[in-house]
């Protein structure tokens, strides 16, 4: 891919109105229908009353029928809440253009993203996972209390829940997105860990790494089926170049012409002095930088009239004096 291609391939990408349309109503119903079933699904009230009918005690139906439902319940809510958070909540876009809430919680992912985690040679490391924020993770703490707190409110004072099932459902929330979720995506940043000869394991880590280098895809960290309903899954079977590029540490990317432009043009000053703030504990985010800058040489060339790319550019120059570097240094040689 050339420098020009790559730039134009890291711009929204176009689809005609109807396309749009069509995309967007099936995103928007499609997410809307599973999470509504993972809240009120009235399928296993049919199947209990059929199966007491048939002469099932109803005691098996309390200990062991309706746990099964509502932990499947709940891993179907943290599958599809997490999509929806993960996709629109935590990546640049839409959401996280309107309000300084979603671009504070925004920041601490970008960070993981480009400072801490960047594709390379240090994606994965020899120590345990370093997260983004100090102390209790709030921007995953506080969505999480959020929709067990809203569960619980709607099972017992609209719906007519009981308080035994929602609790099952809401334990189910937390072991499902702490013990799996959590755990998975931490290991996928570790060398050493009891995962380690997984095929299932290193499936979802090449899903995963995908996700790194391209960040509008790959959303989900365990059962990728929402990707796939949702158009955004970057099969590893068709992407081994990409993997490979990924890990090698040598090559600017798509996604990282995305988000260095995100930071360059769209980022508020405290997000920028974040980025310079945690550039000097990662130093080798930096390179990146200093590609970007070689990239931009092609693109202005081939497109003077450019002005963002001239201002990304500017901006970038800026921001390597901030953190210390020498811009010229850094400039690609003619």
Not at 95 to 107: A, I, V
Not at 120 to 125: P, S
Request: proline share 5%; glycine share 4%.
């Amino acid at each position: 891919m050339s420098p020009n291609e790559m730039y134009e391939a890291a711009l929204k990408p176009s689809r005609t109105t109807f396309g749009t349309i069509l995309y967007w109503t099936w995103v928007v119903v499609g997410l809307t229908t599973l999470i509504s079933l993972a809240w009120a699904e009235p399928f296993s009230n049919w199947l209990f009353a059929a199966l007491i009918a048939k002469g099932v005690a109803p005691l098996l139906i309390k200990f062991v029928g309706i746990p099964v439902v509502m932990l499947l319940r709940a891993c179907l809510a943290v599958e599809s809440v997490g999509y929806v958070y993960h996709r629109f909540f935590q990546h640049v876009g839409f959401m996280t253009r309107q309000s300084q809430l979603f671009r504070r919680n925004q920041k601490f992912h970008w960070i993981h993203h480009m400072i801490i985690y960047p594709i390379g040679r240090v994606y994965k490391r020899r120590v345990a996972y370093v997260p983004s924020e100090h102390g209790v993770s709030l921007s995953w703490v506080v969505p999480g209390i959020l929709v067990a707190g809203s569960f619980l409110a709607t099972q017992l004072l609209v719906l007519g829940g009981t308080l035994y099932a929602s609790l099952i459902f809401i334990f189910g929330l937390w072991a499902w997105a702490k013990l799996i979720v959590d755990t998975t995506h931490s290991r996928f940043h570790e060398q050493t860990h009891p995962w380690m000869n997984s095929n299932y394991f290193h499936w979802l880590e090449d899903i995963h790494v995908l996700h790194h280098w391209d960040q509008r895809t790959n959303y989900t960290i365990w059962i990728p089926w929402m990707d796939q309903l949702f158009g955004t899954f970057l099969d590893p079977k068709k992407h081994g170049e990409e993997l490979k590029i990924a890990l090698e540490d040598h090559e600017l990317t798509v996604s990282d012409v995305i988000n260095w432009r995100y930071l360059l043009i769209e980022a508020t000053p405290a997000e920028r002095a974040a980025f310079v703030s945690n550039a000097k504990q990662y130093p080798r985010s930096c390179r990146k930088v200093e590609m970007l800058l070689a990239l931009l040489d092609h693109r202005i060339a081939a497109h003077p009239e450019d002005r963002e790319a001239q201002a990304i550019k500017t901006n970038a120059i800026d921001m390597l004096r901030s953190i210390g570097k020498d811009p010229a240094q850094s400039m690609p040689k003619q």
